[in-house]
C-alpha cells in the first residue's frame, strides 16, 4: 500500500480507516490491525508537526506486509536541521538500550508528566511505537532531504 497526502493534519484521521481496512483485509487480527494503525497515525502525525513543506509536498506513506514483518514507513521533507535528527536518532537509541519497550514507555511517561510544555518534543509518539506497536524503528534522510522514519513489526508464525 503507497499513499500520498498534503502535510496538513485532516488527512491523518481518513487514513486510519484505510490502514485498517488493509491490515484486516490482509488477514491480520483486529488487535495488530489496531497496533498498526495506530503505528501509521503516530508517524503521519510526527511528519506533519516536524516536516518542513513547499507548497507541492507531500507525505509518502508506504505499507509492505510480508510473511514474517510489517514495514510501515513514512517519508516527508524536513530542513537540514542536525541537531533535530541527532535527537531523533539518540531518542530512537534510547528507546532500543531498553530490554523490554513498556519499560521505556514508563520512564518517557515520567519524564513527560514532570515536563514544563516548553520543554519541547516528549518523544512518547516514537515510544508507544516501540511498546504499544511493538515495532523496532528507524530512520534514514535521502540527498533531497527527506527523512524517512520506519517501523517494522514482526508477526507470529501463525498469521
Do not use: C
Not at 536518532?89 to 511517561?109: H, K, M, S
Request: charged share 25%; hydrophobic share 40%; aromatic share 8%.
Amino acid at each position: 500500500m503507497t499513499l500520498k497526502m498534503p502535510p496538513e493534519w485532516e488527512t491523518i484521521k481518513p487514513v486510519w480507516d484505510a490502514t485498517t481496512a488493509y491490515f484486516n483485509g490482509a488477514g491480520l487480527d483486529a488487535d495488530t490491525g489496531y497496533a498498526l494503525a495506530m503505528v501509521t497515525q503516530e508517524l503521519l502525525e510526527n511528519a506533519v508537526k516536524y516536516g518542513h513543506f513547499g507548497p507541492s509536498d507531500q507525505i509518502r506513506l508506504e505499507i509492505q506486509i510480508r510473511r514474517r514483518d510489517v514495514t510501515i514507513e513514512v517519508t516527508h521533507r524536513v530542513e537540514p536541521d542536525e541537531a533535530r535528527l541527532k535527537r531523533l536518532d539518540l531518542t530512537i537509541q534510547w528507546i532500543r538500550g531498553f530490554q523490554n519497550p513498556f519499560e521505556a514507555y514508563v520512564e518517557r511517561l515520567k519524564a513527560v508528566s514532570v515536563a514544563t510544555p516548553q520543554q519541547g518534543e516528549s518523544g512518547l509518539g516514537l515510544v508507544r511505537i516501540a511498546y504499544e506497536g511493538q515495532s523496532i524503528l528507524d530512520f534514514y534522510v535521502n540527498e533531497h532531504h527527506e527523512l524517512a522514519v520506519s517501523a517494522v513489526h514482526p508477526l507470529r508464525s501463525d498469521h
